[in-house]
């Protein structure tokens, strides 16, 4: 009466959902195994010190970058100026340290904010190497012509010049900031 037909796959495509299972199966787990936390104490010791906890300060503040950057020269200025800011706030540099650094680049009124931020991207690596305390701190781009830092209008200017809004990070008593400017 009615014949079966066998059905016959001539690609892969029945086997490449299973194959996609596995590996989130496997990555999965992975995953899961790799979230295992463990604590030891240490032997003998009657007191230990807890690690720094820092928190982010809304307080930004602008640094323009010197012309003159480069891996070896400028960093200095830069420094001084996040130096400067510290005292200021009457916190000591160990217990404040650059957190988060937006850089914005200048472009010239033929081009869009595009063309800055692509300037602010290709400027991170030498920031990194002019200025040792932004090795290990979060940098984001943007283009820009002026922004507003903590409340102020601050000019970045036109094409080839940068303008860095840097946030601390600070370990002491709770922050008590205004943060909705």
Same mark, same amino acid.
């Not at 001539?10 to 979230?35: N, P, R, T």
């Given at each position: 009466?009615?014949?079966?037909?066998?059905?016959? =796959? =001539?690609?892969?495509?029945?086997?490449?959902?299973?194959?996609?299972?596995?590996?989130?199966?496997?990555?999965?787990?992975?995953?899961?195994?790799?979230?295992?936390?463990?604590?030891?104490?240490? =032997?003998?010791?009657?007191?230990?010190?807890?690690?720094?906890?820092?928190?982010?300060?809304?307080?930004?503040?602008?640094?323009?970058?010197?012309?003159?950057?480069?891996?070896?020269?400028?960093?200095?200025?830069?420094?001084?100026?996040?130096?400067?800011?510290?005292?200021?706030?009457?916190?000591?540099?160990?217990?404040?340290?650059?957190?988060?650094?937006?850089?914005?680049?200048?472009?010239?009124?033929?081009?869009?904010?595009?063309?800055?931020?692509?300037?602010?991207?290709?400027?991170?690596?030498?920031?990194?190497?002019?200025?040792?305390?932004?090795?290990?701190?979060?940098?984001?781009?943007?283009?820009?012509?002026?922004?507003? +830092?903590?409340?102020?209008?601050?000019?970045?200017?036109?094409?080839?010049?940068?303008?860095?809004? +840097?946030?601390?990070?600070?370990?002491?008593?709770?922050?008590?900031?205004?943060?909705?400017?």
């Amino acid at each position: 009466m009615f014949r079966r037909r066998r059905r016959q =796959s =001539s690609s892969g495509e029945d086997g490449a959902g299973w194959i996609y299972a596995d590996l989130f199966l496997a990555l999965m787990i992975v995953g899961l195994g790799s979230a295992v936390i463990t604590s030891s104490s240490p =032997s003998g010791a009657a007191s230990t010190t807890a690690p720094a906890t820092f928190q982010l300060s809304c307080a930004e503040f602008p640094v323009r970058v010197p012309n003159n950057l480069s891996r070896t020269n400028g960093g200095a200025q830069i420094e001084a100026a996040i130096t400067s800011e510290i005292s200021k706030r009457g916190w000591s540099g160990e217990s404040a340290k650059p957190g988060l650094v937006i850089v914005f680049g200048g472009f010239s009124g033929s081009e869009t904010a595009g063309a800055g931020d692509r300037r602010a991207q290709n400027l991170r690596a030498t920031l990194r190497a002019a200025v040792p305390p932004f090795q290990q701190v979060e940098m984001r781009t943007g283009g820009a012509q002026n922004v507003t +830092v903590n409340g102020t209008s601050s000019d970045v200017g036109g094409a080839g010049s940068f303008l860095l809004v +840097v946030y601390l990070l600070f370990n002491g008593p709770d922050l008590t900031e205004d943060c909705t400017r």
